[in-house]
């Protein structure tokens, strides 16, 4: 005998079915896609994302302005990108714009944000830091000039606050000013407070920047979305116009820094400049001295000459001292003076210089946005480091270099001084006020000079990059929900669910499920499959002998006449597994189409226990085998007729206290001796054979054994307790007939409508009054 030890599933041939469950799997689409529109409908806010441009200008020479061509810094795209993610940019724009305060409406399904137009309006204490932020703050209108505040799902304060007045508590500190007259008292609202610091790293993280246009563009997009797109373009319009006044701001800086410089420098020529005046008039109107004599003039006009010179070297040397401090003070070289704007020329000076705050800058622009250890900004560190000791050296050398020169000069002065000292003693010390005065002059001019001239470079800074398309509401584009993609896994949900139902039920369904199965598990044959009984009566080809029904038995009648062939005369003992499986619908209906074959038939009912017969005949169970056995009644008093000529009658009789000891009654053996002289065939319908030992007794007298298993109802493992009685030889002859088969290809509705128990402490009930059977009598589903 077979004995199948692992289950399998038929995937192929799960699938191959799957299209029987089709209201199951319109049931599931529907509720599945009916969830998707609602949770669309009700549950989501639409975000939207909105664009805006700006164009990054490369660096520019501007003939005759090599001053001003200073301040125009070469900006990388990406630098520029990382500025404007920056912590500080988002900071700055929200400083500017009214976001610390969100206001929503309270809805029934859900709340709904406003912004603009808000009824109220909450002034926040800035210098208050203790502020319950992110907590539902509802405010309850009581009057026009009254209202009451709840903190989230706290109780209602029992303060009364009015509208226009400061209100302080514990963990608030705020002014809700009314901006609509026509606020109502049945409108309910609420709002939340926003730190600005974490509001900005939010917006900071949504922000996108991407180049547009290709990697050789020059314009940068910026994007961001959320739920109110009018909130999202003033966010952007409001960043964009912080970055450029940012750059225009730096480069006015640098224009700043050199005025500041000039004038530090100038306070102190000033009153050097100053006191050799007043000493210059003083002597000439003490000495009466106007003038000095040709001879002078010449002198002192050469004199003057170098003068200029060592004023111009001693401004130039100021400043190189000024940019060693800086150096070795390690403060950041993004806002040094420029060398140009003193009028130094030297190349190597402002390209070192130059270099190094694109470096400092770069530096500070990725620190924005860097945290932890960063191998680029570490590379960049030494590169500064680098930059600055290369630029420190040559300083140095530019130092020496400016110290000889003023020695230079030093020296030939010292030569005129000497023919000075030749002329008359009022002209040697007129020369010498005069040069004194010339030196500051020239000095303090040179200064007033580069001053004008960083004052106009100054005026005439405008944005390096400037805005090419702000953002707009009308060319906002929706991004959330993804409602396609809701649908699409809504739809995959609806699929999946009733597959998944129809592989686990198989998985774990241990019940026979087709002929296949009982010939894999079993080497008993089987003789014919019986399909679904419409009619709450067993009688089903009495009441119907032309229904497929009574066609499957037809085919099983012919197939009986192969069994047993050297018998005349044949008893037929039918039985199952456990009540529930139709042996006596099989055992009725059987003998009911044998007898209109023409052969005299008698249909006898064993099972003592649990006797069902009598109701499906309408007779009298007053009488029946086992009043016979029990020596009450003869033989012909216990046959009765049927609506069917060749077809008669024992019912079980009463139920007796000792079912088994009567089954065991020699009475029996007459009874049977006695049926086999009229009749062809004897039907008897026997107790189930895994629940009590009567059947055994009654297949001694049997020619032929039916086993009746249910289609999805009986235990394949049942199988095997059938296939150990064949093979111990205590059954022999045995046959499966396969009752309630679903199978939908056929010309007749299956399944086994019959509520049908026996009550061998077996629930009588076939299928539960579950949800899943209600569904299926619904849509006629055979679960």
């Known amino acids: 005998m077979k004995k199948r030890e692992d289950e399998s599933i038929d995937i192929k041939a799960l699938l191959s079915k799957a299209y029987q469950y089709w209201p199951l799997f319109a049931l599931s689409l529907f509720l599945s896609m009916g969830y998707a529109y609602l949770y669309i409908r009700y549950y989501t806010v639409p975000h939207y994302n909105v664009v805006s441009t700006i164009l990054i200008k490369p660096n520019e020479k501007i003939s005759g302005f090599q001053e001003i061509d200073l301040f125009r810094q070469d900006k990388k795209k990406a630098n520029e990108i990382a500025i404007l993610k920056s912590y500080e940019m988002a900071y700055k724009t929200l400083q500017q714009l009214e976001f610390n305060v969100s206001y929503f409406h309270k809805g029934q399904v859900r709340d709904v944000e406003l912004y603009q137009s808000v009824p109220f309006k909450v002034i926040l204490d800035t210098s208050f830091k203790k502020q319950a932020y992110n907590i539902p703050i509802s405010i309850n209108i009581i009057s026009s000039n009254d209202y009451k505040l709840t903190f989230g799902k706290s109780a209602e304060l029992k ?5 226009g007045e400061p209100v302080t508590l514990d963990n608030l500190s705020i002014t809700v000013v009314k901006t609509d007259e026509n606020l109502q008292v049945a409108d309910h609202y609420y709002f939340k407070l926003h730190d600005l610091t974490y509001l900005a790293i939010r917006y900071r ?55 500041n410089f000039i004038d530090t420098q100038l306070l102190s020529i000033a009153s050097s400049l100053n006191n050799a005046e007043t000493e210059l008039e003083s002597f000439r109107r003490n000495n009466k001295v106007m003038d000095i004599s040709s001879a002078a003039t010449s002198v002192f006009s050469k004199m003057d000459e170098l003068e200029a010179q060592k004023a111009e070297l001693l401004v130039k040397d100021r400043y190189y001292h000024y940019v060693l401090d800086y150096l070795n003070s390690n403060k950041d070289l993004s806002a040094v003076v420029a060398p140009s704007t003193m009028g ?74 000497k023919e000075v000292s030749n002329l008359p003693k009022n002209e040697r010390e007129l020369v010498d006020i005069q040069r004194r005065f010339k030196l500051n002059d020239h000095l303090y001019n040179y200064l007033l000079e580069k001053k004008a001239e960083s004052g106009i470079a100054k005026a005439s800074n405008i944005p390096d990059n400037k805005i090419v398309e702000q953002a707009r509401s009308f060319n906002a584009f929706q991004v959330g929900p993804k409602t396609n993609m809701i649908y699409s896994n809504a739809l995959l949900v609806g699929l999946t669910v009733p597959l998944a139902f129809l592989f686990l039920r198989s998985y774990f369904n241990n019940k026979i499920q087709s002929k296949k199965s009982i010939e894999e598990r079993t080497d008993i044959p089987v003789i014919g499959m ?27 009648r012919i197939n009986l ?18 009540s529930g499986e139709g042996k006596t619908f099989t055992s009725i209906n059987l003998a009911s189409i044998i007898a209109l074959s023409g052969k005299k038939t008698i249909l006898i009912g064993a099972d003592l226990r649990k006797p069902k017969i009598f ?76 629940l009590v030992s009567d059947c055994f007794i009654l297949m001694k007298y049997s020619d032929i054994n039916l086993y009746i298993v249910r289609h999805k109802y009986t235990e394949i493992k049942l199988l095997d307790k059938v296939n150990n009685l064949v093979s111990e030889g205590k059954i022999s002859n045995m046959n499966i007939i396969v009752n309630d088969l679903y199978n939908n290809d056929s010309q007749y509705g299956y399944g086994y409508g019959y509520g049908y128990g026996y009550g061998y402490g077996e629930d009588d009930q076939v299928m539960s009054d579950s949800l899943l059977k209600k569904i299926g009598e619904k849509f006629k589903l055979h679960f």
């Open 159 to 163: 303060q009364t606050f009015s509208f």
């Open 205 to 259: 993280n949504k922000l996108q920047v991407s180049n547009s246009g290709g990697k050789e563009s020059s314009i940068l997009e910026l994007s961001t979305n959320g739920n109110n797109i009018q909130r999202e373009c003033d966010y952007l319009n409001k960043l964009t116009e912080v970055y450029i006044q940012r750059g225009l701001d730096e480069k006015n800086q640098i224009a700043s820094n050199t005025i």
């Open 344 to 417: 130094i020329d030297d190349p190597l000076l402002n390209n070192l210089t130059l270099n190094l705050v694109d470096l400092n800058r770069e530096k500070s622009s990725l620190g924005r946005n860097t945290t932890g250890n960063n191998p680029f900004l570490n590379s960049l560190e030494i590169k500064i480091k680098n930059s600055k000791e290369t630029l420190l050296e040559n300083v140095k050398n530019i130092i020496n270099s400016s110290r000889i020169s003023l020695d230079d000069i030093e020296k030939r002065i010292v030569k005129l001084e």
């Open 530 to 556: 019986v399909g679904h009984n419409d009619n709450l009566s067993n009688l089903a080809v009495l009441r119907n002998p032309k229904s497929g029904i009574a066609e499957s038995f037809r085919s099983i």
């Open 561 to 578: 006449q192969y069994l047993a062939p050297d018998k005349e005369k044949k008893i037929i003992c039918i039985t199952s597994s456990i």
């Open 615 to 690: 109701e499906d005949f309408g007779l009298d169970n007053s009488s029946g085998l086992s009043t016979y056995l029990a020596g009450k009644h003869k033989s012909e008093q216990i046959i009765f007729k049927t609506q069917i000529e060749d077809l008669n009658i024992i019912s079980a009789g009463p139920v007796p206290p000792n079912p088994g000891e009567l089954i065991l009654s020699n009475r029996l053996n007459i009874l049977m001796e006695e049926l086999k002289k009229q009749y062809d065939y004897i039907i008897i319908d026997t107790p189930p054979i895994g």
